[in-house]
């Protein structure tokens, strides 16, 4: 099963798209297996992090802004290469196991859209897998 | 198949499992498909790195410190979210190849549970997918 | 389906393995599924970013090496602790999505053999599961 997401962003932020894959998952009505999480741009990513005290989303911006920083040296014309930095570092995808029709998330886990450039319209895919066995 | 495991930690360090999942998919018995080895933890992740040189692991520790050190500019109420950060840059989990019955590790990969914020109790799962083809 | 393939390297460098691995869905066959690229070296890594301007490359590798600086500190007698540190950054892997025969890359989605520590001789492995639902 196959289902794409669109989602409107602000200049920066980490969207919390749990819900939307736990719903992939429910309407595959797979009950074990894995379910992969990808964004199709090149300044975005997908992550796994703390759901629960907002405040760990800024500091996770302000911290991937300050290890990638916005250089003079960079050369793309776009002028947002720290924006492509982040997206590699946090990386493109997120794959998930599928237990008793469940993705196994951690207590403090959500999942997250990474928007390092935006505001953006952006897309992201959920391909939910059966463990045939 | 599905396996749980756990492990206590310190306070930082990278935990060898290696043997864990190859035993996961030894009990699996299949022979050709993939493995996705997953932490629950928002600051904790898993990577693949050296399993030869041991102090490869502490320059990993040092080098992702200087690059995500705390910041008095967080606000997560924890004083954890440097850790955080640490989690989303190594990902929470890796997926690996099985070939007739192995997983198909370089001759200097392990596979590393990566403990950001210890001493704790942690836990992974290791999940199984055969090819049928 | 596995397929490995072997690339000769430079220093540093990220190199377009994009036709490789849609190459490899082809020859597969399968139309719905995912497809694992798996890189087996401890200094090297796969990542997904822009397929258009070149200069973003060279900007992703100056990125990495401010972010993950050589350290006087580092002990691992190789002297190359910086190129395991991008590599675990990264990552060994990435999974994509295949819809129709097809991997469902965006527009400007390239998938790149990232060397940190060269010039080798590496192998990477593309790993191809079909969808049976």
Redo the contacts between chains.
């Keep these: 099963?196959?289902k794409e997401y669109s989602l409107k962003t602000d200049k920066e932020g980490l969207y919390d798209i749990t819900s939307k894959v736990f719903e992939a998952v429910k309407e595959?009505d797979?009950k074990?297996?894995?379910v992969?999480c990808?964004?199709?741009?090149?300044t975005a990513g997908i992550?796994?992090?703390?759901n629960c005290?907002d405040?760990?989303k800024?500091?996770?911006l302000?911290?991937?802004s300050?290890?990638?920083p916005d250089?003079l040296?960079?050369?793309?014309?776009?002028g947002n290469?720290?924006a492509?930095?982040k997206?590699?570092?946090?990386?493109?995808?997120?794959?998930?196991?599928i237990?008793n029709g469940k993705i196994?998330?951690?207590?403090?886990?959500g999942i997250y859209f990474c928007e390092f450039d935006g505001p953006r319209q952006r897309?992201f895919?959920v391909?939910?897998?059966?463990?045939?066995?």
Tied chains: 1, 2, 3.
């Design positions: 099963m196959l595959s797979i074990q297996g894995i992969v990808y964004n199709v741009h090149t992550t796994v992090n703390e005290d405040d760990v800024g500091d996770i302000l911290g991937l300050k290890a990638f250089r040296e960079f050369k793309h014309g776009e290469s720290c492509h930095l997206a590699s570092c946090v990386g493109a995808s997120q794959t998930f196991i237990a196994l998330l951690g207590t403090w886990q897309r895919y391909k939910v897998i059966a463990d045939k066995n």
